[in-house]
């Protein structure tokens, strides 16, 4: 399978004990190329760069897809530089849409295009299977309500808390991922997204083949029983 998982920054950032972050008016001031190239500012890969539980717990999920034989993308949607490749170098930076207003998220998302640019990612690849791992203010980035209607039938698209996005499309399923879920899976909100997409991994790499949306909902949210035994699995 060809999966895409678009996932998002984090507040928890590696090296943020060890070097000071860029503020958003440097950011924005200078090209990311110029950034990175700087003496004295710390950079890493965007797979490396957010260290929050669910981006490492995808990291994992990723992994065991590539294992089992899948051939994975993983896009980040950034507050400070938009939509960003796994491996593209990006300098440590504290820019977040978090303490922003609904207009200004929108303002900010426009000017770093990244509507545009996941659209674009999405329609000039055949992908089949593509997970949205995002918080609300993420999803209005990315303006879900026009991106849906122009995704290949074919291709089965899964996002999270969002019921209201799913009516009408048969290739579309929302999962819910908020307190009495995490508490099922004994984790917490900001993980279980992550840890969805781990229980789909795992049930690919027993070689379980998805048909349509419904199947791919199933095995994320039936969590492994075992991690030895393999088809023993706990419904949820």
Known sequence: MRILVVDQCSGAKKGTDRSESLNE???DNEPLS?????EGIASYRAEELYQ?????????????LEQAGDEVDRVFISAGFGLVDAEDELPLYDVTFAHMSAAEIDARAERLGI?????SRIIDNEYDVVFFAL???YYRSAKMEPLLPEIPEDTFVVLFNREELESGYDN???IPA???QAKTYGTIVVALKGEYVYNFAFHRQTGTEMSDAEDVEKYCRREPASQTGLGDYSST
């Open 34 to 38: 110029q950034l990175v190239a700087k």
């Open 52 to 64: 929050g539980r669910q981006q490492r717990k995808i990291t994992e999920a990723i992994q065991s």
């Open 172 to 174: 579309v399923v929302s």
């Open 115 to 119: 509507h545009d640019a996941l659209r």
């Open 178 to 180: 908020r307190t009495p």
């Open 25 to 27: 008016a440097t950011v």
């Open 135 to 137: 918080g609300s203010d």
